[in-house]
């Protein structure tokens, strides 16, 4: 299996399309054994535990607002500060680990989780459950960039499908939120919550196991100088394209966001189900992410990744534009349109990112992790604030044409194909 090139820190003003300086018998040797399919299993389910926790926040925000007379804005000040953590500290844990791999730091951060559930559980004031939704974000912030570094190493060469898998996990614990807080927290109350920390458990031991795996596979080597690809975009070009991701993950992770948060309150006030019936209806969205979110890495390998990031988020903006008009039914058949496209571009943009730097990628992997987080909290909040002073309907509207901003995949580059 190859191993990361690792670069001074004076050589960031180059070209940094790097080439693969492993011998041609290495690579031959890492293609033939393939991904390693535990590993991958066992960082996807841990992805699947620590997102279900993460999820379970915005699942109980109906409880939350009622049990404590809260508005909207004061929800999307909750999502904030468990976004703001991970969103600020991803990229410094990945700069981190870039110069320190530190194999034993996952399980280290899933205890964060494991004390803020237990917070969460027992908070009675707003500026506690601020805390506890911290703590969550904090385990988050340590636990995504070096379990992309792991599921990356463990792909065999199959870096869009590695990911996909990665994300899978994620996209899946992600929905199981709504699910568990219908059938548990709603009935039984906030205390609940704390039984959760049981999962968190879980993940702790599963990680400290895979940490197990991923320390022989570090090893200290001399700093060797950066070569160009042939054909491979310049310094200029890449900061371009990186903006340019950042601004697509931007129209997908806030339009999901606006989902994720207010789609529960959008579908009482409009249609006037009961919060379980529109726990369900969110899960059914959010499945329909997983989905996407797995598809999408095995088709920009064969395709092209910068193929997958058109059709997904510019296809979604025809059924984004119908969403405000529909029905419920109809409604809960666009959400799972919308959410199998636009979910899709997730590995895509993570893998392409991870392509153009690929001497950072701790810190590459941090920063879309971490702007996903920080994108998806911020948003909450101001659509929070918009909520209250019109109205959940109008949020919708506005947000529909979020997609449009992936028009600006055209400023894209063509990686060469020995990039790829």
């Not at 943009?349 to 879309?368: C, D, K, N, T, Y």
Request: proline share 5%; net charge positive.
């Amino acid at each position: 299996m190859n191993k990361p090139v690792v670069v001074p820190a004076e050589t960031l003003a180059e070209p940094v399309v790097v080439a693969d300086v492993a011998p041609a018998a290495a690579k031959s040797a890492a293609k033939a054994a393939g991904p390693a399919y535990v590993v991958l299993a066992g960082i996807s389910f841990s992805h699947f535990l620590n997102d279900t926790m993460q999820s379970l926040i915005a699942s109980v925000y109906p409880l939350l607002k009622d049990t404590y007379a809260l508005d909207f804005a004061q929800i999307g000040m909750i999502t904030l500060a468990f976004q703001f953590t991970a969103s600020l500290l991803q990229p410094v844990v990945g700069h981190y680990t870039d110069k320190k791999a530190q194999p034993y730091s996952l399980s280290i951060g899933m205890a964060s989780t494991f004390f803020g559930l237990l917070l969460l559980s027992v908070a009675q004031q707003y500026l506690v459950i601020l805390v506890a939704a911290a703590l969550v974000g904090l385990g988050s912030a340590v636990f995504h960039p070096e379990s992309a570094r792991i599921a990356r190493l463990a792909s065999g060469g199959r870096y869009g499908f590695a990911q996909s898998v990665f994300q899978l996990g994620g996209s899946f614990g992600t929905s199981m939120g709504p699910v568990l807080a219908a059938l548990i927290v709603v009935p039984f109350g906030q205390g609940s919550i704390a039984w959760f920390s049981s999962i968190a458990f879980l993940a702790i031991l599963i990680l400290w196991r895979i940490g197990r795996w991923y320390a022989p596979q570090i090893t200290t080597k001399k700093a060797a100088p950066v070569h160009t690809q042939p054909g491979g975009p310049s310094s200029r070009r890449v900061a371009v394209a990186l903006l340019v991701l950042v601004a697509l993950l931007f129209s997908k992770q806030l339009y999901v966001s606006s989902l994720s948060s207010y789609y529960i309150f959008y579908l009482i006030d409009r249609f006037g189900v009961s919060t379980q019936a529109a726990q369900i209806y969110l899960f059914i969205f959010l499945a329909a992410n997983a989905v996407g979110a797995f598809f999408g890495g095995p088709l920009g390998d064969r395709f092209g990744r910068k193929i997958v990031i058109w059709i997904s988020i510019l296809g979604a903006l025809p059924f984004t534009l119908a969403l405000p008009y529909a029905g419920l039914y109809a409604s809960a058949v666009l959400s799972v349109i919308i959410g199998l496209i636009i979910s899709s571009t997730t590995s895509s943009i993570i893998v392409f990112a991870q392509e153009l730097v690929p001497h950072r990628f701790g810190m590459i992997s941090g920063v879309f992790f971490g702007v996903a987080f920080g994108i998806g909290g911020l948003g909450a909040a101001v659509l929070g604030k918009l909520a209250d002073h019109t109205s959940i309907e109008f949020v919708y509207q506005v947000c529909a044409y979020l997609p449009a901003i992936g028009l600006l995949a055209v400023f894209l580059p063509k990686l060469p194909r020995h990039a790829r």
